[in-house]
């Protein structure tokens, strides 16, 4: 129950705003010199205004009590100021809150104020002004600002809102117009000057729409993040998906108004004068309508949980659209861009046939045929299987036990029959009945998702002799084997690494993990983020005794680059090791899981000269990596194939100089594998 009040006063308040903020636009708009009066329907709209500023803080104040409730639990703390003053005062929603208040309230003095105030267009113009204040407040609570609070992420939601506000706002201004004129339609030259003022909004209404559509994208790009089959398998999705075509309905009526009802209004035919208005009143109403459902939809689905947070759980079809897996398949691309040409042809055919005076059924019919037929030929192609598990988050982060478990799993029970490395050339490949795709040097992982993977895990593959594991491992199990294949793919696609770093080139998504040092040290990879440069040595012993002698001596220098070392034996060290290693040391040597980051690391060792595909591969003994601020692999050295390389300090302090100057800000990397 508190759910539905909160949404409807998340509504009255934003319709309210949205109609004061377009009301005075089309006012600004209707305003010319040749008014000597002011018409009835003006004036009685303007009465209107004070109640609508003074709805838009009534709406904020239920909105607060209802987050009161929705926060602390029971309805009594309404009646305890302390809790109305512990939200407002230390959450950044109650924050947001006050300025949304308080711009609501200056807007209600302004208008109060304006109402005495001359009949002139800049009193219109300043009124909408303030009336996009509390509107501009508001998109700071919305979903792509509680992402990212800056002005690059809530500038789209702005616009959007008051492009809205320019379009759906001014409707009950252009319908109240349409029944004034039709009142006063004896004079001719009032006729003419109604008309150039519908005219004139017309045309500020078609940029505003496609600019509503722009910034919508934008937004909705934002929040999906890619994942545009939540379009059709989530709660959000499926109101968006609703919203859209709510738009898309209203956009024809608006084009058929613009285009056939408007101009009757000018003919010399009373009768053909008199259908162009009753049919504009007609359909200007029923496009009020869906505007007013649109802005509801709008304000359920910021209450709703983005897909980010509510992920795909099943997915509800047999099947799905992927280019990458489908494009270099034979007769694919041909078949595609013909749809294609099919739906552009579609597209003309609706000038074509307003150019040659069809009939709107034909127009519509035809142009629908053809946009279908289109469809048809141009989306199968596309398709591929999927599962309820396709989309599915993994259970497990791809960090480095999971991995390292994930070889272990694979050496049992997948080498036979894939090979050591993932190429399908296990020992038993020849006698299966179906060519097993190389999982490390194909795009095999780029084309299928993670849920794909975890599916055929499993239950299997039709038609194959892939058998499912689902009675054999337990769901993390069965995840770690997804992260493992995936590892396996990254690494080979990570060959390009080399000691000398490309500029503004972060592409490598290592695992992450969780360390213990010997000194006690704790912490996470990602601990660094935004903070330090990693150098992290996955180390033998006693072979690399002279580069961690050499890292000790050149540490200070280092950490003055602001660079984090973490040392990871390959295996587990003896206390005496563990002693030598150590001593003096000021960097931390890491004693939990160090063998399963290493062998999770050692996936990264390929490189263009030295690709280690053949056979069971061979970790070097040892590699070093330079992860930036933001959580991507940059450099790499092994001493056994780069030769020199970092054994030059200098060299290394170059590189971690080239990281240190980049500006640009990177999106961290996903800690689940997609």
Not at 88 to 93: L, V, W
Not at 514 to 543: A, T
Not at 626 to 638: P, Q, V
Request: proline share 6%.
């Amino acid at each position: 129950m508190i759910d539905v009040i909160a949404a409807i006063a998340r509504w009255f308040q934003l319709i309210a705003n949205l109609i004061l903020l377009g009301s005075c636009v089309f006012f600004a708009i209707a305003s010319t010199r040749k008014r000597a009066y002011i018409e009835p329907w003006i004036e009685g709209l303007e009465r209107t205004f004070p109640w609508l500023a003074i709805s838009i803080p009534i709406g904020l104040v239920v909105i607060l009590a209802t987050t009161i409730v929705q926060v602390t639990g029971p309805g009594s703390n309404l009646w305890q100021p302390e809790v109305w003053l512990g939200i407002i005062k230390d959450t950044q929603a109650g924050q947001i809150w006050i300025l949304r208040t308080v711009s609501s309230l200056l807007l209600v003095f302004v208008v109060i104020y304006l109402r005495k105030a001359p009949k002139t267009r800049w009193r219109y113009i300043l009124c909408a002004v303030f009336a996009a204040l509390p509107i501009i407040a508001g998109s700071l609570a919305s979903h792509t600002a509680a992402e990212e609070l800056s002005v690059s992420a809530v500038m789209p939601y702005v616009l959007h809102l008051i492009l809205v506000g320019v379009w759906f706002g001014a409707l009950p201004a252009f319908l109240l117009l349409i029944y004034d004129d039709n009142k006063q339609r004896g004079s001719k030259k009032l006729r003419n000057l109604e008309f150039e003022t519908l005219k004139r909004f017309s045309s500020v209404a078609l940029p505003a729409m496609l600019l509503i559509i722009l910034t919508g994208i934008i937004v909705g790009d934002r929040i999906f993040d890619g994942h545009y089959a939540a379009l059709v398998a989530t709660p959000y999705g499926l109101m968006l998906s609703a919203k859209i075509l709510l738009l898309c309905v209203i956009l024809l009526i608006a084009s058929r108004v613009r285009s056939h009802w408007l101009p009757l209004l000018t003919n010399n035919n009373q009768a053909t004068e008199d259908s162009g208005r009753i049919g504009m009143r007609k359909w200007v109403r029923v496009e009020f309508v869906l505007a007013i459902i649109l802005v509801l939809l709008a304000t359920i689905i910021t209450n709703t949980t983005p897909v980010k947070y509510a992920p795909i759980e099943n997915w509800p079809f047999p099947f799905r659209f992927s280019i990458n897996a489908t494009w270099n398949q034979p007769n694919v691309a041909i078949q595609v861009w013909i749809g294609l040409s099919i739906l552009v042809f579609a597209a003309g055919t609706i000038p074509l046939g307003r150019f040659l005076n069809w009939r709107i059924k034909q127009l519509i019919s035809i142009s629908s045929i053809l946009a279908i037929l289109g469809l048809v030929v141009a989306l199968p192609p596309l398709t591929i299987p999927a599962y309820p598990e396709t989309y599915r988050r993994p259970l497990v982060p791809f960090d480095a036990i999971s991995v390292a478990n994930g070889a272990v799993l694979y050496a049992e029970h997948c080498v036979e029959c894939h090979g050591h490395q993932g190429k399908g050339n296990g020992i038993k490949s020849r006698t299966l009945s179906t060519k097993l795709p190389d999982l490390l040097t194909e795009p095999h992982t780029a084309e299928h998702t993670p849920g794909d993977f975890y599916h055929w895990i499993s239950y299997g593959m039709i038609n194959t002799d892939m058998p499912g594991y689902a009675e054999k491992f337990s769901d993390e199990d069965r995840w770690d084997l997804v992260n493992f294949v995936h590892a396996l793919s990254r690494g080979y696609q990570a060959r390009i690494l080399a000691p000398e770093i490309v500029p503004y080139k972060a592409f490598v998504k290592p695992p992450i993990f969780s360390y213990e040092g010997h000194d006690g040290s704790s912490g996470v990879l990602q601990d660094f983020r935004e903070n330090k440069v990693v150098l992290l040595i996955i180390f033998s012993w006693p072979q690399s005794q002279e580069r961690i002698e050499q890292l000790r001596m050149a540490h200070h220098r280092l950490n003055e680059q602001n660079v984090a070392l973490l040392a990871v034996p390959t295996r587990e060290l003896t206390a005496d090791e563990l002693k030598q290693v150590t001593t003096e040391l000021p960097f931390p040597v890491i004693t939990q899981s160090a063998p399963e980051i290493a062998s999770s690391y050692a996936l990264w060792r390929r490189t263009l000269t030295h690709p280690d595909i053949i056979g069971r591969g061979s970790n070097p003994e040892h590699i070093e990596f330079l992860i930036d601020r933001y959580g991507y692999l940059r450099g790499r050295w092994i001493p056994s194939s780069d030769a020199a390389g970092w054994s030059d300090i200098d060299q290394l302090s170059q590189q971690i100089t080239l990281l240190n100057r980049e500006s640009a800000k990177m999106p961290f990397p996903e800690e689940f594998v997609r």
